[in-house]
């Protein structure tokens, strides 16, 4: 649901009562009324539709400048045109012509503060403020103008329009005649203010076209390209729907490269389980034509490394977990490392079991030097004392843990 306000220029503070409706997501009127901010429907996407006399559009060669500086430099570019003090201006920027001038929207400063900060004081959370004659529709080269039998206001090219002065069924009003004669459009859209007027006869050179839909604030199309009076230091917090068109492609192609890196993971981890299931497959037959069919195979890389060990201690030859060739290949790594002392040593099973202290910085070296033997070493238990290191080291052969 989106609430809209209708701020007319007899607006003073939060007593003051204004004209709402609230729209479902289709633009259908749910509900509407007249009331202060306070009896308003609380809502956090509110949008302002402004008086057209309450808003000066006009145009204007703008210098380069920093954006950063745009903001406090805009009124000073309008101060020939602006009845109040510059300093009172809030100027909004709009499209940009052909020619180079900018098309610019002065609202006052104080008034429009004054009026959010009683929208926030009634939970109302405005997001657009729009200019009344932006909801004219408009084509091509012609104009819009509503009109309610006395007064109206009018909608030219590229967003821009303003109030027009009184006139009657039989006289235009000055400012349109002025317009008109200055730069006449190819026709005149009139659409009317209420159900009961009559298309006047003007008697202008510029062919008028009768509308038979009104103009209702409450349900007009507001078009993409009208400006949004809020920006600066009246713009409201970001919201994330709101960057979710420029964050779309982004998303899209993160998800899309997490798809192709899970289904990468899964191939890859797809074929090293294969490899891995024909390694064991290949041992577990390996083993078997060594040693027999009826052989119970539970780890067959290990059972074959102590089959074998067992042969070669039955033919009376060394093997690389025996006590001696551990101890040898220990031995060379182990005079790398000066200022270690050797505490205990143990063998059993294959493996030595050495507590020995050395200094901290000489522990990686010893690792890497043991690992050089071909020999595998894990830490058990260690414990530091000051530039020093009491640590158990368990070494075996072959990658044997």
């Known amino acids: 649901m989106n609430l809209r306000i209708y701020l007319t220029a007899h607006w003073q503070d939060a007593a003051t009562p204004c004209a709402w409706a609230l729209l479902d997501d289709n633009g259908n009127v749910r509900e509407s009324g007249t009331g202060n901010l306070a009896a308003l429907p609380q809502s956090d996407d509110a949008t302002v539709i402004v008086s057209a006399d309450r808003v000066l559009a006009t145009t204007a060669v703008l210098p380069k400048i920093k954006r950063s500086k745009l903001e406090t430099a805009l009124p000073f570019a309008l101060e020939d045109a602006l009845i109040d003090e510059a300093g009172e201006a809030h100027v909004t920027t709009g499209a940009k012509l052909p020619d180079g001038r900018t098309v610019l929207y002065t609202l ?38 509503a009109w309610d039998g006395a007064q109206g206001f009018l909608a030219t090219a590229h967003s821009m329009g303003g109030a027009l002065d009184s006139g009657d069924d039989a006289r235009a009003p000055l400012g349109l005649q002025l317009r008109l004669h200055s730069d006449p459009p190819a026709a005149l859209r009139l659409f009317a203010l209420g159900s009961e007027i009559q298309a006047p006869d003007w008697g202008i050179k510029v062919p008028v076209i009768f509308e038979k839909q009104s103009f209702d604030w409450r349900k007009a199309h507001i078009p993409a390209e009208a400006p949004n009076l809020l920006w600066g230091k009246f713009a409201p917090p970001p919201r994330f729907r709101e960057y979710l068109p420029w964050l779309r492609p982004a998303l899209m192609a993160a998800l899309l490269l997490f798809g192709v890196e899970v289904v990468i993971g899964n191939l890859e981890w797809a074929v090293l389980a294969h490899e891995k299931r024909q390694l064991a497959k290949g041992m577990t037959e390996t083993f078997k034509e060594t040693f027999g069919a009826d052989a119970a195979i539970v780890d067959a890389p290990l059972q074959m490394r102590r089959n074998i060990a067992r042969l070669r201690h039955a033919a009376g030859v060394s093997d690389d977990t025996d006590f001696l060739p551990l101890l040898e290949k220990f031995s060379g790594a182990f005079s790398a490392a000066p200022g270690s002392t050797l505490r205990t040593l143990r063998y059993g099973d294959g493996k030595l079991d050495i507590e020995m202290t050395l200094s901290a910085s000489a ?36 990658g044997v843990k």
């Open 108 to 145: 006052n400063k104080h008034w429009l503060t004054r009026f959010l900060d009683a929208c926030s004081a009634a939970k109302v959370r405005v997001r657009r403020v729009v200019p009344e004659f932006c909801l004219l529709p408009t084509r091509g080269s012609e104009w819009s103008m």
């Open 363 to 398: 522990l990686d070296t010893l690792l890497q030097r043991i690992a050089e033997t071909g020999l595998s070493a894990q830490v058990v238990d260690k414990h530091e004392s000051g530039d020093t290191v009491n640590f158990q080291l368990r070494v075996s052969a072959g």
